[in-house]
Nanobody, 126 residues
Framework: QVQLVESGGGLVHAGGSLRLSCAAS????????MGWFRQAQGKEREFVAV????????HYADSVKGRFTVSRDNAKNTAYLQMNSLKPEDTAVYYC???????????????????WGQGTQVTVSS
């Protein structure tokens, strides 16, 4: 079974940056679409970004476009989420997720993802 481990969360001031990493086990990482979701206290889990197999296609939630960048290094079995210009409303637990579905549609749907990490807390102070 694929295991995903997030790291890189922490506390930053508004306008700061963080880079989240998601390390995956196994030898088929390049076949997975890698997504990022977040869940704020009292809110539903929401889609943030995804990078499709090979890294040629990405999708972002409107709330993070222009500020966040998702990438991957298949040789290292790792996906990343670079978060810039952070806002207090970005505060949440961030989760990475992997999808083995050939065509992920819609990318924001939780059910499209097969494996999930435990999450890492991101807190942005005002």
């Amino acid at each position: 079974q694929v295991q995903l481990v997030e790291s890189g969360g922490g506390l930053v001031h508004a306008g700061g940056s963080l880079r989240l990493s998601c390390a995956a086990s196994g030898h088929t990482f390049s076949r997975y679409a890698m997504g990022w979701f977040r869940q704020a206290q009292g809110k539903e889990r929401e889609f943030v970004a995804v990078i499709i197999r090979g890294g040629g296609i990405t999708h972002y939630a409107d709330s993070v476009k222009g500020r966040f960048t998702v990438s991957r290094d298949n040789a290292k079995n790792t996906a990343y989420l670079q978060m810039n210009s952070l806002k207090p409303e970005d505060t949440a637990v961030y989760y990475c997720a992997a999808s083995t579905i050939a065509t992920i549609n819609p990318p924001a749907a939780i059910y499209q993802y097969d494996y999930w990490g435990q999450g890492t807390q991101v807190t942005v102070s005002s």
